[in-house]
């Protein structure tokens, strides 16, 4: 039998098999299996499994089907293994608010440059919008402008936007992740008021969300919408991605980096770099471009630390 893994905790996995959702264990092969070595856990949500039932009913997963895209992370505290967060993704929304937790682009721009190394398309929704003025959502529709990512603003509790978010997540898996606090959870609700998920509240000391997903699910609210919710992510590592090759990953770029002097060019000290001259043009956001340098950065030292 085939089936879709909606959930892992501990030694155990739930898996839809026709319809019905079965509690698996992983076969002990799938942990020792060499292609899966690099993996911090060897099967994700969103995998597609094939299950055998066991002598107590419960199921096996016996194998794992090719994945077309996995959205994964450095593992924390070390150098080579990679946390998925999910499998066979259509979309990623990353998710940030305009008020408590406040924006943080550049840890946007990190999980766009995650998802478009799979080619997985992004949207980028900017919540609570009935906390925002003018100037907030013109920043971020300015910094954006030419990053080729689709922007939906929206509010949870006046309900603005969720129509139109709502029309993206259609027919789609759809992998949702950002800061605790900043709304995955109240859009859900707010938009399929059945499923009745729990909400936390702001820290008053921190400013930021507390964790009220605890685990990553993949649910099913209504026929033709697979979400995948995630705990708050707020670390987010990037690996496989060499120095060079991020230039790429910034659309924003793509006319003016043709056009420099020197090939590879990172943007960041060489002369007659065309994309340094866009952003002191403004044809080039400079916020943007910083983030573009900060992300080079941390890349370049990672790589230093692997070679020493």
Do not use: W
């Amino acid at each position: 039998m085939t089936g879709i893994v909606l959930k892992g905790y501990g030694l155990y996995y739930d898996v839809v098999v026709n319809g019905n959702r079965l509690r698996c264990t992983l076969k002990g092969k799938l942990r020792t299996r060499r292609d899966l070595q690099k993996f911090s856990n060897p099967v994700a949500v969103g995998d597609v499994v094939k299950v055998e039932i066991g002598p107590n009913g419960n199921g096996v997963i016996v194998d794992l089907e090719k994945r077309k895209n996995t959205f994964s992370r450095k593992e924390k505290g070390k150098n080579s293994r990679e946390d998925i967060i999910a499998a066979n993704i259509d979309l990623v929304i990353i998710i940030q608010s305009f008020y408590k937790p406040r924006l943080n682009l550049r840890f946007v721009d990190r999980l766009m440059v995650r998802a478009k190394m799979d080619a997985i398309p992004v949207l980028l929704c900017f919540n609570k919008i009935d906390l925002a003025n003018k100037a907030d959502e013109r920043y971020v529709r300015d910094y954006y402008a030419h990053s080729q990512a689709d922007i939906v603003c929206t509010s949870a509790v006046t309900g603005q936007g969720l129509d139109v978010f709502k029309a993206f997540v259609c027919n789609k898996i759809a992998l949702l992740v950002g800061y605790s606090g900043s709304g995955k959870t109240s859009i859900l609700n707010a938009l399929f008021p059945e499923i009745k998920l729990r909400v936390s509240e702001i820290s008053e000391k921190t400013g930021k969300g507390k964790h009220t997903t605890t685990n990553v699910e993949m649910i099913e609210p209504q026929v033709g919408y697979r979400l995948i919710d995630t705990p708050g992510v707020r670390e987010f590592g990037i690996l496989d991605l060499h120095p060079n090759e991020l230039e790429a990953f910034f659309p924003d770029f793509s006319d003016a980096r043709k056009k420099c002097t020197f090939k590879p060019c990172t943007h960041e000290h060489e002369p007659n770099c065309h994309v340094q001259k866009m952003v002191e043009k403004g044809a080039i956001h400079p916020d943007r471009y910083l983030s573009y340098l900060y992300l080079l950065s941390s890349l370049k030292e990672y790589y230093s630390r692997m070679y020493t």
